[in-house]
């Protein structure tokens, strides 16, 4: 979702300034991240096979990220319109064709794993800057999902900020507050007290967690 929100009728709404290019939609946080994000994915998580992004925004994660390990597939989603319709322009970008048109996927549905459009072959996933503007539970949905998919030693990868044992830096609390002042139903995740427990209710166990720039945590997941 790269730091978006949704209105009451899900349409996207952007929590910063998007540029356009066509349908093309530029993100300046992506711009600042996407280096160190690549960096830590292909550090950490499978470098063939297919890859589900859930949550997708502009496109431009996947296509970075893609675009640099010539032996991986690119699944991206994302439940807003014109993102699918920037997600198909940047995967343009990827050679080869790996990186599939998207679709629209909404975590919070039950079920969503199970649609005929899914690749059945996953070997891990990936969801940035979601968890946090969406209500808890679309990151219920995105862990029953992934342990659904995901074989043994599969893994999921999120990004973004994160509370430890309620504390955060001071620019994460601010934003917590932002957020909850949007909908009450949003915030920053613990990852000990929420998303930790969460993942063990589905056999996925916290493996890996990396400090990056902005206060915010790469953190992975494998299933079980």
């Not at 946080?29 to 950490?44: I, T």
């Not at 808890?136 to 992934?146: H, I, K, M, V």
């Amino acid at each position: 979702m790269n730091d978006n929100q949704r209105g009451e009728d899900g349409q996207e709404i952007a929590l910063e300034a998007r540029q356009p290019e066509g349908v093309k939609l530029y993100s300046p946080s992506v711009a600042r991240n996407k280096e160190p994000l690549r960096e830590v994915f292909q550090r950490l998580m499978p470098l063939s096979g297919q890859i589900l992004e859930i949550a997708s925004g502009t496109g431009e994660h996947g296509a970075h990220i893609a675009g640099a390990i010539p032996d991986l597939h690119w699944q991206p989603s994302d439940p807003d319109a014109t993102s699918r319709a920037s997600i198909s322009a940047w995967a343009e970008d990827v050679p080869d064709g790996r990186m599939a048109p998207p679709l629209a996927l909404v975590t919070n549905e039950h079920g969503w794993w199970q649609s005929p459009a899914v690749p059945t072959d996953v070997t891990g996933v990936v969801c940035i800057n979601m968890i946090h503007i969406a209500p808890f539970s679309a990151a219920e949905g995105l862990f029953e999902g992934a342990a659904a998919l995901l074989s043994p030693g599969g893994k999921l990868f999120l990004y973004g900020p994160f509370k430890r044992r309620g504390v955060t830096a001071e620019s994460n609390e601010r934003f917590d507050a932002d957020l909850k002042r949007r909908d009450p139903a949003w915030g920053v995740r613990d990852l000990d007290d929420q998303i930790q427990p969460l993942g063990a209710r589905f056999a996925m166990q916290l493996t890996d967690i990396v400090e990056m720039p902005a206060n915010n945590l790469s953190v992975v997941f494998e299933k079980g």
